[in-house]
């Protein structure tokens, strides 16, 4: 058998090691050093606030909501067509959610249903909406609506990472946002994520209830109870060599998305709700998408498994668009707004491979898998 060609590995290579071996080598091997300080700084400027490196996404979004006070008896409204990290620290909380479907011309989180969804629930504490395989929700839509009904908002940018809205940043909306830099994100620390926001002192507070709640004396001194969830410096290392690497990754995977949109051309329709062709994840205007992942609707869910089978069967590996949460069986009694969109996009779309490191054979066999 072939090797097996991934969906979005990690595209590392002599400047990662380069700068892991000087972290090495100046000895912060332990938790923190100079790489976290810079990798938070050039954070900082490529999402265009204050940022702090965390162990994950997943910790990222959890010391928001500790930040936000969700906890029993709050209510958490959210996009439905993402990935569990999205509600997942929210629920441990004991917080309520209710989702929100996707709109069909973006793919990510409908204003008209957020809007029904925060006139009927009391003073909810957040809404997160989550950005999508590398491009943006409605910022702008987002904001006005969450100002209207004085709902802080959080972005799940974990998938959006060098993305923009219009001439924003991703993730440079509302009260605070978080990155991922798991293994498969577009850009990797091997695990990571970061807390970002405008408010220097949101981040200050995540970065003190990162690292055990620690009060600034001497001796270890805690009036909260906190976390051990900062980066280490070893993996900032990382992340800083990721982050020089961004511009090129993206260039590929833009193309990658070219060549797929070639493949299907015969096939391609630009409307998504044209049933009879494969077309491309729907993509606002308003947001120019890294293409992290390139994701094609087919017209039916029996073409789609098809497509998926002959991939598997070369030893490619594929992905269903993400089962919405209001399906998944933990949240059946979970209340959603619509749902019908994204129940589509999750029967006909599936992630095509798109690592940034694909090779001209890798695009020969993917393309013979398709449609040779
Ligand atoms: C939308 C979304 N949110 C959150 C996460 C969680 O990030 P992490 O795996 O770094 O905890 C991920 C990916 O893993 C994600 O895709």
Redo the contacts with the bound molecule.
């Keep these: 058998m072939r090797k097996r060609i991934f969906l979005s590995p990690p595209w590392v290579g002599a400047s990662e090691r380069g700068l892991v071996g000087q972290a090495f080598d100046s000895g912060y091997v332990a938790p923190c050093g100079p790489m976290v300080d810079a990798f938070d700084r050039r954070l900082g400027e490529l999402a265009g606030q204050h940022a702090a490196a965390v162990a ?6 959890d010391l928001l909501m500790a930040e936000l006070g969700v906890g029993p008896r709050t209510t958490v409204v959210a996009s439905s067509l ?2 569990i ?2 509600v997942g620290p929210a629920v441990k909380r004991g917080a309520k959610v209710v989702f929100v479907d996707s709109d069909p011309a973006t793919g990510t989180i409908s204003i008209p249903l957020l809007e029904q969804a925060l006139t009927d629930v009391r003073r909810p504490a957040v809404v997160v909406a ?3 395989y590398g491009q943006c929700c409605d910022y702008d839509a987002l904001e006005e609506v969450c100002a209207r009904h004085r709902v802080p908002l959080v972005l ?1 940018a ?2 959006s990472v060098g993305a923009t809205y219009k001439d924003r940043p991703s993730g440079l909306a509302g009260a605070a946002a ?1 990155y ?3 293994g ?2 577009i850009i990797t620390t091997s ?3 970061a807390v970002l926001s405008r408010d220097p002192e949101l981040v200050a507070r995540a970065k003190w209830r990162a690292q055990q709640a620690r009060e600034p004396v001497a001796w270890y001194e805690h009036r909260e109870v906190g976390y051990n969830y900062r980066m280490s410096n070893l993996l900032a290392a990382l992340g800083c060599a990721q982050l020089d690497r961004l511009p090129e990754i993206i260039r590929r995977k833009r193309r990658i998305f070219d060549f797929y949109c070639g493949l299907f051309s015969s096939s391609v329709g630009s409307a998504p709700q044209h049933h009879s062709t494969i077309a491309p994840f729907p993509c606002a205007a308003h947001t120019r998408s890294t293409r992290w992942l390139s994701v094609f609707l087919f017209p039916s869910e029996t073409l789609r498994d098809k497509a998926a089978a002959r991939l598997e069967a070369a030893n490619i590996e594929c992905r269903p668009v993400w089962k919405p949460l209001h399906l998944q069986p933990v949240f059946a009694e979970n209340r959603v707004y619509g749902g019908e969109v994204a129940e589509d996009l999750f029967r006909r779309g599936l992630c095509m491979p798109s690592g940034a490191g694909l090779t001209r054979a890798d695009f020969a066999r993917i393309a013979k898998a398709l449609v040779g």
């Design positions: 994950s996404g997943t910790a990222a979004i993402t990935f990290a999205t989550a950005d999508i799940d974990a998938e978080v991922s830099f798991n498969n994100k695990g990571g994520g």
